[in-house]
């Protein structure tokens, strides 16, 4: 219990509360749609921002959310007008922003002491700052999921019917992208680049060994989401490797189980009534 003593590791606790329940409602918004690979794509756009604030001396967190943002804006625009299938417009945008982070990266003089951090997480720099930005995001994202929540469904399974009922489909598209790039840009703290697919990914695939409805898959997700991330944060402080990795390999752990639970569910006999 020393632990909660320091004040860094309470904001880690908090951040991770935080981050878990905006990642599982996130991914389980992507996985529905079936743009896991977005995740990637606006992830490693983001290192062209981390990139080029280090370069002009910004705040590379700003310039990675400006990234991310126009990133993920980009591939709707290029899908939506020009045709580009949205796989193609990931790849192009994922190797875009992996080339100008390396340029610049490599254009600024001396060495970047904090690149590890964003590509591999460290948790326990978290600032009061980084929860207040944490907090707001995720009330934001609450609320609009919670007034347009019946719209969300539609669109994400249907956006064809959702288009034929004359619903936002453009608004809901637009607002929603938007909210993924910005979770990306806070959740990098927390995982890093490398890992952050993993976050937004696995607790959905878990959910979906179990329920296959959106309402329950989220709730579900974002129960499995908080457990994996508060065990991979105490196990940190018990045999003191980086947390990020720990926080994946939980959740890889997780699904492994559930994957067993469900293939022998199967098998399990089943009473039936006349």
């Known amino acids: 219990m020393e632990i909660f003593g320091y004040d860094f590791f309470r904001n880690a606790l908090v951040g991770v509360l935080l981050l878990s329940v905006a990642s599982a409602v996130i991914g389980t918004y992507i996985v529905t749609r079936r743009l896991v690979s977005i995740s990637g794509g606006v992830t490693h756009a983001c290192f062209g921002g981390l990139g080029l604030g280090y370069f002009l001396g910004w705040n590379p967190v700003v310039m990675a959310a400006v990234f991310a943002v126009a990133s993920s ?3 709707q625009w290029m899908a939506r007008r020009h045709r580009v299938r949205e796989d193609s417009a990931i790849a192009v945008i994922w190797a875009l922003g992996m080339a100008l982070g ?41 609320l609009f999921v919670g007034c347009f929540f019946r719209k969300i469904v539609v669109c994400a399974f249907d956006p064809d019917f959702a288009a034929v009922r004359h619903m936002p489909v453009v608004f809901i598209s637009t607002v929603m992208t938007v909210m993924v790039a910005v ?45 994996c991330c508060i065990g991979g944060l105490f196990l940190a402080t018990v045999i003191e490797v980086p947390c990020s990795a720990l926080i994946v390999l939980t959740m890889t752990l997780a699904y492994i189980i559930a994957r067993i639970f469900a293939f022998f569910r199967k098998f399990a006999p089943r009473n039936y009534t006349r």
């Open 102 to 142: 390396t340029l610049f990266i490599f254009l600024t003089p001396g060495y970047v002491p904090e690149l590890n951090a964003f590509l591999f997480g460290n948790i326990l720099t978290i600032t009061r700052a980084d929860l207040w930005a944490f907090g707001v995001f995720t009330l934001i994202l609450l």
């Open 183 to 227: 979770c990306i840009v806070l959740t990098i703290r927390l995982v890093g680049v490398m890992l952050l697919m993993s976050m937004l990914a696995l607790p959905q695939m878990i959910a979906e060994t179990f329920c296959n409805r959106f309402k329950p898959m989220m709730l579900l997700s974002i129960a499995i989401s908080l457990g």
């Open 73 to 75: 804006l980009g591939v």
